[in-house]
Each structure stands twice: as structure tokens, then as C-alpha cells.
């Protein structure tokens, strides 16, 4: 007995001083997300370390619980405010906050108004579908008085994410949905109560562990292993390809239907915050990559006639119910015929021109933006 709590002395022991090693070291992997009633989850205000996915990347989240320093809630007089909402691509953990299309855009519209006091916010968070944006542009967002909204959709996932029936389980069963009742949006907020959520919301002993960098690392480091186990042979591109053209199954019909009605009611309601509301369109790696030859086999492996199929229909809805929609993918590609600089990917553990944007695609993506916006007047 006293050889087993000898060796459970000395283990806990071993663990302290690897904990203390690495808290002096700052070396931490945190969970970055915490249970939120609004939008089933949150980033975790004032967490900061490091991320491995895609790249090495050292990420600080504000204690306001999103990218970047805090700001008044109460916007500068002769300010511009601009909202940026969407997942992990506007989030952007795989670069370094200064190069992150929020910041840039902040930067080049300073540029071209330099009597104005010009903020861009970054609201970004991975995982987050329309829905999500929605009830967080209804809430957390509408406090800082944005005067322009810019809601990011990726094709991607997106309309996936919009669905509780192709969300499945998971993660996807621990946020708020709408269901469509006729023409009629309809909250579902069932999340609240299942016991998953509750786990994460109120669960001591997990909330606990995962302060411990020691077990941060443990549990990154398992994610890691179990990407590599689990890796195939496809690319994303190649997995969501069916996404370029019209489906006759009905669940994807309806997520794509939807979602076109989740985008609608996030101008609705940038209009009711007084709030000039724009989309932009983030390019799906297929689309823009430099490979001529890898998207020629799949258009055809995939009988896909129409990389930007779905581009053009929801630059028609923008057209139709007045907001204004930028495809960065086809901006992306006009530059793509001069250079075979890749926007996606090339990270040092991420495919090559696929996965997120890399520091050029946020670059490009903050131009074309920023040549819209300083073309305004500032007034708007």
C-alpha cells in the first residue's frame, strides 16, 4: 500500500514540475472555445498560446472573447466601424494577427481616410455556421455600433453547418439551428438542454483539467496523432466537390434554401442596426487553385460544369433583396492568371494551395475589400 501511494506521490509530483516547466515557458495549447447560452459556443476570453493546426502560430484572444485588442464599446466620435462576422477563415488562426484580413483592411482604409478613426473588428469563430453569426450579430455585435457588417460564407461548410440534420452529432449538436416553417425562420435553441452542452458549460472537473498546460499538450498532441491516422488520400477540395452543382437530395436542399434565408436575415438585420451590410464570398480551394491541371480532373471526375455556380446564385440574392456580395474566389482568380501564388494552404504542416487562407489570400482579400470601401463615402 505504501509503495502505491509512494508512486502516485511521485507522479504528481513529476506532473507538477512539468507544469511548472511549462507555465514559465508560456508553452500552452489551450482550449479555445467555451459554452456560450447565445451561440452554443464562444473563444475563450483572455486565452492566448499556441496553435498547431495548419501552422505555428502564437494566438491571443481579448478578454471582450475575440481576436485582437479590446475596444470601447462605445465607438470613437467621426469613427468607422466596421463588423467582420464568419468561422475559422475570418478567425484565421493560421497567421499572425497583424496579417489577418481584418487587419489589413483596418490598415488600408485608415490610409485612405486619415481623418477618420477607422476600426475593424474581428468577430470571427471557428465552427460557426450563418445561424450562429446571426444570433451573435443580434447580440454581442450590435453593442459596438457597427456601421458596416461584413458577413463571410464559405461554401465549404457553411451550408453543412446550417443544418441540425447534416450537422449530425457532436459539435453540431451543441448550438442554436433554424428550421424553416413555410417561408418563416423558427430559433431552435433545444442545444440548452442536452447533456453535452451541459458537460461543457458547467462540467467542473473537465473545465478544470483543461487549465493544465501539461494536458493541453497531451490533448493536442492526441488530436494531432489522430489527424495523421485518419488522413486519406483526398483533399478538401475533392470531399466537397458535389457542393459546385444542384443536388436532388432533399436534406442539401433545404440546408442550401436555408441558408440563403439565414444570409437575408443577417441584412434585415444589419438594416435595423442602421448598418450597411455586405457579404463576401470566401473562395473554396478548387476554385482558385494555381493547378490547372488537378481542377480539369476534377471537373470532370465530378461532372462539374461550374466552379462558381453557387457564386452567381447568391451574387443574384444579394441583387434581388439589395446588399452587396464580392466573391473574393473570382477577384482572387483574375489575379491568379498573372501569378500561381497560391491563396490557400502552403503552411508547414497544411496541404499545399488547399485549407485556409494563408497571409496572401488574407492580403488579397483586405485589397478588395478595401478598393469597395474607400471608393464610398465615408459617411456610409
Not at 457564386?311 to 439589395?322: A, F, N, T, V
Request: charged share 25%.
Amino acid at each position: 500500500m505504501k509503495s502505491i501511494v509512494l508512486k502516485l506521490g511521485l507522479i504528481l509530483v513529476s506532473l507538477a514540475f512539468i507544469e511548472l516547466i511549462l507555465r514559465i515557458t508560456g508553452l500552452s495549447f489551450p482550449v479555445w472555445s467555451i459554452a456560450d447560452d447565445i451561440t452554443g459556443w464562444t473563444l475563450k476570453p483572455n486565452a492566448r498560446g499556441w496553435n498547431l493546426r495548419e501552422s505555428f502560430q502564437y494566438i491571443e484572444i481579448s478578454d471582450q472573447g475575440f481576436r485582437g485588442p479590446s475596444v470601447s464599446v462605445k465607438k470613437p466620435e467621426n469613427g468607422l466601424r466596421i463588423a467582420v462576422l464568419g468561422d475559422s477563415f475570418i478567425e484565421g488562426k493560421q497567421v499572425a494577427f497583424e496579417n489577418l484580413l481584418t487587419s489589413r483592411l483596418q490598415y488600408y482604409l485608415q490610409v485612405c481616410r486619415p481623418n477618420t478613426s477607422v476600426e475593424v473588428l474581428n468577430f470571427g469563430v471557428s465552427g460557426f455556421g450563418t445561424a450562429q453569426e446571426l444570433r451573435l450579430l443580434e447580440t454581442k455585435v450590435r453593442q459596438f455600433t457597427p456601421d458596416i457588417v461584413i458577413g463571410a460564407f464559405y461554401l465549404g461548410n457553411d451550408v453543412k453547418n446550417n443544418s441540425k440534420l447534416l450537422s449530425g452529432n457532436g459539435e453540431g449538436s451543441l448550438q442554436p439551428y433554424y428550421t424553416l416553417s413555410g417561408e418563416a425562420l423558427e430559433l431552435d435553441e433545444t442545444f440548452k438542454s442536452s447533456p453535452g452542452f451541459a458537460e461543457r458549460r458547467y462540467g467542473f472537473v473537465r473545465n478544470k483539467l483543461l487549465t493544465l498546460y501539461f494536458f493541453q499538450i497531451g490533448k493536442e498532441s492526441f488530436n494531432i496523432l489522430r489527424t495523421l491516422l485518419n488522413g486519406d488520400d483526398h483533399t478538401e477540395a475533392e470531399r466537397e466537390a458535389f457542393l459546385f452543382k444542384e443536388t436532388e437530395d432533399p436534406a442539401w436542399r433545404n440546408a442550401w434554401v436555408l441558408s440563403m434565408e439565414l444570409l437575408e436575415r443577417m441584412h434585415l438585420e444589419a438594416e435595423r442596426q442602421h448598418a450597411q451590410f455586405l457579404l463576401g464570398l470566401i473562395s473554396h480551394p478548387a476554385q482558385v487553385t494555381p493547378n490547372n491541371m488537378e481542377r480539369s480532373e476534377l471537373l470532370k471526375r465530378y461532372n462539374i460544369n461550374d466552379l462558381w455556380y453557387r457564386d452567381r446564385e447568391i451574387i443574384s440574392l444579394g441583387q434581388e433583396k439589395g446588399f452587396d456580395v464580392i466573391s473574393f474566389g473570382m477577384e482572387f482568380e483574375k489575379q491568379r492568371s498573372a501569378s500561381n501564388e497560391c491563396f490557400h494552404g502552403q503552411f508547414h504542416n497544411g496541404a499545399a494551395c488547399d485549407g485556409h487562407w494563408n497571409e496572401h489570400g488574407h492580403e488579397v482579400a483586405a485589397q478588395i475589400l478595401a478598393q469597395k470601401l474607400c471608393l464610398q463615402p465615408p459617411s456610409q
